[in-house]
């Protein structure tokens, strides 16, 4: 069953309100205008906020969050960003060559945009750029190496962005004798993703965006 919102605290969203000075922000009393509502302090609303307020700095925003921000799945998911060079294969041949590869880099851009935000806001998130591994435990896993990701990529003239590696690299960085083959795609970080929603939540409020916690949306009515 899912606990009701504010019941449950992650490690995660302990350890950065711990770690946060400022006052929560009250809920909705009353009738307020205006121009852009957002339901949802997680990553999706607070990140549409940011953008909204960057590129119209006058726009009225209005957030809702039925909790505090970051106290859904936003605050206790795995903290990954990460390109999706992986599937290159996959998504080239369902959107085509130059759509697939812009959609890659665009996905795969985001990883150093977020860090240089961060550094930007000053926002402490444990943010790790070091890149991803992966391997294979055994030859049944290995993929022909114009089939494969890597090789997909190399072709395209990417083969920085995901590159098989040697055994003692890669045992180097997880030391294991069952490693048979390697890569390492470089478009890949972590954060602790309650700093980062808390840090958002703040950086919002710097830019004056209103935003009511603990105010669940109870309708919606169109004019």
């Keep these: 069953m899912v606990p009701a919102p504010g019941a449950a605290r992650s490690f995660w969203l302990q350890e950065a309100l711990a770690d946060e ?3 929560p922000c009250p809920p909705l009393v009353g009738a307020v205008t205006a121009d852009t509502c957002i339901v949802g302090g997680g990553f999706a609303g607070l990140w549409t906020a940011l953008e909204l ?31 999706s060079w992986w599937d290159a294969p996959a998504i080239c041949a369902l959107f085509g060559d130059e759509e697939g590869m812009r959609y890659l880099r665009a996905i795969a851009d985001t990883v150093g ?13 444990c943010y790790h750029h070091q890149g991803a591994m992966r391997v294979d435990t055994g030859d049944w896993q290995s993929e022909p ?9 190399a072709a395209r003239g990417l083969g920085d962005r995901l590159r098989a590696i040697s055994l ?3 045992r180097a960085i997880a030391d294991s004798p069952r490693f048979t083959a390697a890569f ?4 890949s970080a972590i954060v602790q993703p309650a700093r980062l929603a808390r840090g958002m939540r703040r950086v919002a409020l710097e830019r004056g965006v209103h935003i009511f916690e603990r105010t669940a949306m109870r309708s919606l009515e169109r004019w």
């Design 21 to 23: 000075r400022g006052d």
């Design 53 to 83: 307020s960057a590129r119209e700095p006058t726009m009225r925003i209005a957030l809702l969050e039925q909790d505090i921000c970051g106290g859904g799945a936003s605050g206790c998911n795995g903290g990954s960003f990460s390109s």
């Design 113 to 125: 945009e977020v860090g240089a935000w961060l550094e930007e806001h000053d926002v402490d998130a």
């Design 145 to 153: 190496t114009e089939g494969s990701a890597a090789g997909f990529l």
């Design 168 to 170: 003692d690299e890669a």
């Design 184 to 187: 390492l795609g470089t478009d």
